[in-house]
DNA sequence: TGGAGCATGTAATGAGTTACATGATTGG
DNA sequence: CCAATCATGTAACTCATTACATGCTCCA
């Protein structure tokens, strides 16, 4: 019965440590702690703390304002999180319609690609900076290298993204 | 009648301008053409084949043998590919189950990262050495920088993911 | 000539997104 | 005190993956 989990409602085990929380924490709690490279919705939380409670994974308590109930870890729970954590994490994946897009280029009318490109570039840029203040935050309110590893993950992952427009042929920027 | 199409099946239209193909090759094809950065599977293939049949995007030719048929481009299937690639292509996005444990790495055992974090290290080593292989040979024959947009993604993915491994803290590596 | 492996497709299941519904709060 | 907005959850749908089935080929 204590099904395997997944990593979207892992992370719901993991966060559940410190504490109940609704599915609505869950999904503020989630999106501000690992919402950079794991997006998840409300729905998803839903569903996935209804199948875990039916696993006895986490347990219900009792509902306070709307039908708001928090859900709280029981030690199945803990236990299936530990199972997850010691399992080899899957490769990543990347899906990118812009490359997809530009592996077609030879079917666009010229001029059509060049603003897509210069959207996603000024994205880029905007989430670069936005990470760089996070890291400078970070590191000024004393943060160790070991708490900064996923930002950097971002950091570095944005900069090539930006350098890799930056180097874009004219056939492709112009328009 | 003539619905928007999906980004996968958009490229499996792409794909079809070059000739009918059955959705066996069409996972061959992309595979080698977009694997790196959109992953399909035989059985989406098929879904999507059948889908855009019903809406006359495509024609199902006459079956061969163990009922392969090959799949033929239509006019309302050339009108949907071009409407989809005016369309401005979303964000990307990436999930990276790596960066979650990572990001409950005060659950784990000590000891326990070093190996997941050095079998993810050789992996995108050897991809990295891959995209290189793949840009000497284009550059070889000829490839002029248009052709390399989207290998040139891979590259400076890979080499900046890489650099993010080689600069791990301590904590994370040693085991 | 038969069985190992490849080619080809379908079915079942799981995960993720979008759209919808409705109860609470609160500023005007 | 009511209209706008926020909080909270559910339902419907789309997309993706895994597991299964079966026909063909070819060589030992």
């Known amino acids: 019965m204590a099904r395997r989990v997944n990593a979207t409602a892992a992370s719901l085990l993991g966060f559940l440590h410190d504490g109940p929380q609704s599915g609505y924490d869950l999904v503020q709690t989630a999106e501000a702690s690992i919402g950079d490279f794991w997006s998840l919705t409300r729905s998803q939380v839903y569903r996935e703390l209804a199948a875990m409670a039916d696993a006895g994974l986490v347990e219900a308590?009792?509902?306070?304002?709307?039908d708001r109930r928090a859900y709280a870890l029981t030690d199945a729970g803990r236990g299936a999180f530990r199972a997850w954590l010691s399992e080899p994490p899957a490769q990543e994946q990347i899906r990118y319609p812009l490359l997809?897009?530009?592996?077609?280029?030879?079917?666009?009318?010229?001029g059509q690609l060049a603003g897509f490109v210069a959207a996603h570039r000024a994205e880029h840029v905007g989430r670069l900076a936005g990470y760089r203040r996070q890291r400078d935050e970070a590191l000024a309110a004393g943060a160790r290298p070991v708490d900064l590893v996923t930002l950097n993950f971002g950091l570095r992952y944005e900069e090539a993204v930006v350098d890799w427009f930056d180097h874009l042929p004219p056939e492709v920027t112009d328009g």
Do not use: N, S
């Open 100 to 110: 997809l897009v530009l592996a077609f280029a030879r079917h666009l009318p010229p």
């Open 61 to 66: 308590q009792e509902a306070g304002a709307r």
